[in-house]
């Protein structure tokens, strides 16, 4: 489609839900009178790197965080395009849950959608879009059917958090955990006290079987972890630890692709991502109930 209009920026949107609080936004919208389609991208990953000026430098180190897709492209040819934090990252209000966003977060981004569409520069038809986290979120919020939802593009989104990130056949897939923590952990509120959800005795209980795990206190980074639990980003790792089997907590954050007709979805993966994206999206590809694509990348 040709480029059509100019990019008018509104930065620092706050986009209000149930519970009270805001989540903060950047929308750029074709500079134009009308109403237009929205794609909705959104992550705890800082909004601004998001939206990093392709020209003149194009692509590079930056450029390569950017999952979102490219604001301009989108924008000039007629789509409101919006890059969201959500609850507990960057300056989104509330309390961020864990890597894997439990149903409160996702619940946030179907009031955000139903915002969107009553806004008078859009048209009333919501797409999603974005890769990794990006489409994770989307994944799971198309599962509650949205009315102004109409499309995700979704590749590259783990969908089973127990089997497709943190624990591979049952063993601690720690890794790539321990450098999302340390390097795309920054501007989470982690105010998880875990202590207080699961009450003294049966916390320490669960303290003292990791400390007794010689596999868990092996590696640095969690013996690190297991034994300051209450600082920075450990109470977000320490929790997986302790969710260590396929309980509840991983059921209740994995979607459920049989309720229903759900909208079409655009899905995908390569062959490098075998142990994280690729069997996820496999997974929603077999499972999702309506129209769907998938693309197998090298």
Same mark, same amino acid.
């Given at each position: ?192 006290? =875990? ?45 997986? =630890? ?57």
């Amino acid at each position: 489609s040709a480029r059509e209009y100019g990019v008018i920026t509104e930065r620092d949107v706050r986009v209000p839900v149930d519970d009270g609080i805001t989540l903060d936004c950047d929308i750029f919208r074709p500079d134009a009178p009308g109403k237009f389609p929205v794609i909705l991208t959104a992550s705890p990953y800082d909004k601004a790197a998001q939206s990093e000026p392709m020209v003149p430098k194009a692509i590079d180190f930056d450029r390569a965080f950017i999952e979102s897709g490219d604001f301009n492209f989108f924008t000039r040819r007629g789509y409101v395009f919006v890059i969201m934090n959500i609850r507990g990252s960057w300056a989104s209000d509330g309390v961020f849950a864990n890597r894997n966003p439990d149903a409160r977060a996702i619940q946030d981004l179907y009031e955000a959608i139903e915002w969107l569409a009553r806004q008078d520069w859009c048209d009333g038809n919501v797409g999603m879009s974005g890769v990794s986290y990006f489409s994770v979120v989307q994944k799971r919020v198309a599962v509650l059917k949205p009315p102004s939802l109409k499309c995700i593009f979704a590749p590259y989104g783990w969908t089973d958090g127990y089997r497709d990130l943190f624990y591979h056949g049952g063993i601690f897939s720690y890794g790539f955990f321990q450098a999302w923590a340390t390097n795309r952990g920054a501007g989470l509120n982690i105010d998880k006290d =875990l202590k207080a959800e699961m009450g003294d005795n049966a916390y320490n209980d669960a303290l003292e079987t990791l400390r007794n795990d010689p596999e868990i206190m092996a590696i640095p980074f969690l013996a690190g972890v297991v034994n300051d639990p209450e600082t920075g980003r450990n109470p977000m790792v320490l929790e997986i =630890l302790i969710h260590r089997f396929d309980d509840e907590y991983h059921r209740e954050r994995a979607p459920d692709f049989s309720a229903g007709e759900l909208v079409p979805a655009y899905l995908g993966a390569d062959w490098g991502m075998f142990g994280f994206h690729m069997p996820g999206d496999v997974r929603a590809f077999e499972n999702w109930n309506g129209p769907k694509k998938f693309v197998m990348g090298p």
